[in-house]
């Protein structure tokens, strides 16, 4: 056993193309997983950039519609499973074990394809956009019967792209369960675990609990639109509203599978620069759990508008509301972190700020959206777009940056350029608030969502959006500048990177040596 | 392997998650059968009123619309009735196939307010067929239908929507297959 031991902690990183491709090792896959979800970012962007590019004038101009509408679908599909989820698995797979003392993740093998398959799944989904007839073009939600009676035969490679996809969260999921639960230190008993871990863990199950029913959806569209099924066909005995029960079933979880690892991050940096404890750690846990729990029985409050009962309409918009007690919670919770706190405001911490001022803005706009009355005039305008711009933009991506300069340091083994990073930060923030705020008062107002054209009264503030949208995503090539900087070189970061900083990936030297904790370490 | 067990559990939620996705299919329609949400009314031969109200009178009003250019034109000859409850009515609809080609019609019902499609019973309809129709072939359909005498007194008036979809293409399809299998069975008999 010891002589194992001792082989493996000599071991470095095997060179070239394949270390990549067959790595085990929970460090390279974090960084292949956060390395791939940066690309999806930007090719993502770059669709939203169209968008804007045609939305920057009333009329049609660049794009035709029928683009237009596969620009936002794969834009939203692109954001949600190759941006934002692939960053959080990264995350976890990086530090997760470090930060629980485990050598790398239970089923490393496993491991290794769950991130592998994933660029071929994006490979098919970019794919059918260069084919004749185009890709999906239904909206990332792919409702019946756009996707099922009014779409092309490029829907297959849609929906397998997106069982790929899932089959690959699946597989994460299980993971970082198997990981949490049999892998920690001896010690590390469940309420000492970092929030960062427990958030996750929890998201973990959610994905086991919806990913599936989201394979079960598509599958049902392959079979209703290639072999002649009928469950969401009217005319065959079907019903295309059960659709959308179905989507949002997992639908709704999903929102909180990209907004809780975000709540753990914020949860870690926040205590970090206010050098004091966090504030409540127990309620926080108490608190994921339980938006979790309700994440289950809210999903019609996509549907209000579907034609569902009063009593349906009022139990929905209850339990929605019921979700702002934990969130609220959480958010009080990070506000008296800080409170009296000896606060430094290092770029980390300044996205961990913004976050919790940007996000709870998303949290109210979601809080008038489930008034049920309201809501039928919100519904599937800008003002939606908004919402889900502030709780995903300003809220999920915020926290990925807030992370990615947190623990930027301790992967490359060198500080990044402060002074790029700033200026990433302040361009960032203001141009994202160019960007979507305005669409509170356009969608108010009653601009719908996925539409190429608009009237004109919609024409100046959606030029001042589409200048705002500009400046977002050229801000974020400063991103990539000051990543491709710090893996180049930079100041040489010691072991513990910030001086508040607590948890055991700081007790490792920095770059983080390829093994870490081939014994565990002790807990005190 | 020490994870092997938990790894065995977390593979068969994964399972079971996906096969509740198809159990939601059954699911959603006991669920609406059971509450009564969703407008669906039923598409099996109701049986006959025992009583009828004297003292009350609902209005039941009529609409059709053709999916997705269905090639059909269908008309209640008369567009609204008012009924007691319980008691049968019968209401003609003139059937029209528009397009030069042999069609087959189906007609979906649907009952607004929703909570009063339950109470709306059908004795005979043609939406329980399916309806083949010749190239601009002209039909007249009987829908027999009451209202049951426990429909809620706050509903006055209820419509009936058709929703009329084309289903050539799926019929063909499965046509071949029928008539073959027909083919075999000779004790066969058409009633109309």
Redesign the interface.
Known sequence: MSAIVEEHSHHTAPKGLKRWLFTTNHKDIGTLYLLFSLTMFLIGGAMAMVIRAELFQPGLQLVDPHFFNQMTTVHGLIMVFGAVMPAFTGLANWMIPMMIGAPDM??PRMNNWSFWILPFAFAILLMSLFLEGGGPAFGWTFYAPLST?YSNDNTAFFVFAIHIMGISS?MGA?NV??TI??LRAPGMTWMKLPLFVWTWLITAFLL??????????V??VLTDKFF?TS?FD????G?P??FQ??FW?FGHPEVYIMILPAFGIISTIVPAFSRKKLFGYASMVYATASIALLSFVVWAHHMFTT???L??ELFFMYATMLISVPTGVKVFNWVATMWRGAISFEVPMLFAIAFIVLFTIGGFSGLMLAITPADFQYHDTYFVVAHFHYVLVTGAVFSIMAAAYYWLPKWTGHMFDIKLAKFHFWLSLVSVNVLFFPMHFVGLAGMPRRIPDYALQFADFNAIISIGGFAFGLSQLLFVAVVYKCIKGGEQAPGKVWDGAEGLEWKVPSPAPYHTFSTPPEIK | MQHGRLLKKLILLTLGMFAFAFALVPLYDVFCDVTGLNGKPSMEVAKQSESIAQSRQVDVSFTTHSQSQAPFKVDAVEHSVSVQPGKLTDVKFIAKNLSGSERVLQAIPSVSPGKAAKYLHKMACFCFDQQPMKGKEEVEFVLRFYVDTELPSDVEELTLSYTLFDITERVSKQDSDRLSMLAAREEFKYEP
């Open positions: 239970a089923l009676t699946i299980i369960i198997v639960v049999n086991i609990a919806v990913m599936p029913v989201l394979a079960g959806a599958t049902m002649g469950f009217a005319a065959g005995g019903d509203v059960m029960h179905i079933f034609g569902m009962p009593a349906g």
